[in-house]
């Protein structure tokens, strides 16, 4: 076998399932997130300042991806890439969730958080995020801040868990669980474009939860306020998809984990209501965002590994070569 016919394929033979879908959707987001900077600057919009430093978000996003796909070739034996390598589908996440952002409102302009709370209104007969007004404590907005900030690294804590324990396999159902929600609620942005409550009605509010509220409060409110208030990210909540499933994950594999996080999670539908973040209806567009990610994981490793072999050159060329990969 040629030389060069081995190196064009070293990448496909090599690619993760998880990697190959966050090769596209990195892909996507780069390319529309340029376009749709380009269009604000020549267009004068009011986001046109900020082109600078996009272009630079941008720019770094390409090259951490460029230089990930080639250690893939050239470092996949180190040990030090292949711990960074395990854990990279979360940067993939940060990557496609910035970027995309900036290119919603030109791939879908037309936002649909209206009809989210004329959802609620129809549902409840009220909308739930002012209705909890009436519950406002300084110490329960704590508690509430706190599980949504737990959101931010109940996963890697379970992840690490099982990476330190050597449970390979587990570990790699777990994350490419987790990658496919994400995916799926990635693309659901776009389908479906919508802001947080608090940005949409916030001349319904009549009381300051973060008021009086701990350090812990502080930090979320300022995690979440560094968003842009273009920001579309509303629907599914992926918040409570990732921890539900997180939850599904401990449970199989780290019992203790799973009853640590117990109070914490199931805290969490309610935080993200309670703080504004969510709309109810949000919540329930999580399951299905949770039962496709579940079906579809081991039917897409296993569909990914079997289309690798059978199109692998070098395994069709074992009786010629002599060489088994």
Same mark, same amino acid.
């Given at each position: 076998m040629k030389r060069e016919a081995v190196f064009k394929n070293v990448l496909f033979r090599q690619l993760r399932i998880e990697e190959l879908i966050g090769l596209v959707l990195v892909t996507f987001a780069l390319l529309f997130a340029s376009f749709s900077n380009v269009y604000t600057l020549m267009n004068e919009l009011p986001e046109a300042p900020n082109f600078g430093a996009n272009l630079l978000r941008i720019l770094a996003s390409g090259f951490f991806t460029f230089w990930f796909f080639r250690s893939i070739i050239y470092q996949a034996e180190n040990r030090g890439f292949q711990i960074i390598r395990d854990f990279a589908p979360f940067l993939f996440v940060l990557v496609i969730y910035f970027n995309l952002q900036d290119a919603i409102f030109i791939i879908h302009p037309h936002d649909i958080h209206h009809t989210l709370v004329d959802l609620d209104e129809k549902l409840f007969g009220v909308q739930p995020t002012v209705w909890f007004e009436q519950y406002y404590h300084p110490r329960l907005t704590d508690w509430f801040a706190f599980t949504y900030l737990n959101y931010y690294v109940m996963t890697p $804590?379970?992840?690490?868990?099982? @990476?330190?324990?050597? %449970?390979? %396999?587990?570990?790699?159902?777990? $994350?490419?669980?987790?990658? $496919?929600? @994400?995916?799926?609620?990635?693309?659901? @942005?776009?389908?479906?474009?919508?802001s947080s409550p608090y940005l949409v009605i916030p001349e319904l509010y009549h009381i300051d939860i973060w008021k009086d509220t701990s350090f812990i409060s502080w930090i979320t409110y300022t995690i979440v306020d560094l968003s842009p208030h273009r920001v579309r990210d509303a629907f599914p909540s992926m918040h409570n998809a990732i921890v539900l499933l997180t939850m599904i994950m401990a449970w199989r594999y780290h019992r203790k984990f799973f009853w640590i996080q117990f109070p914490l999670a199931i805290s969490l539908p309610l935080a993200t209501v309670y703080l504004r973040y969510h709309y109810v209806v949000d919540i329930i567009a999580a399951l299905p965002v949770i039962a496709i990610a579940l079906y579809l994981s081991p039917r897409l490793e296993l569909k990914w590994k079997q289309f690798q072999q059978q199109n692998d050159p070098l395994d069709n060329r074992i009786g010629e070569s002599g060489v088994s990969f």
């Open positions: $804590i379970l992840l690490a868990l099982l @990476y330190l324990k050597k %449970e390979n %396999e587990s570990f790699r159902v777990v $994350i490419l669980t987790m990658m $496919i929600s @994400y995916f799926i609620g990635f693309i659901s @942005y776009v389908i479906f474009p919508a």
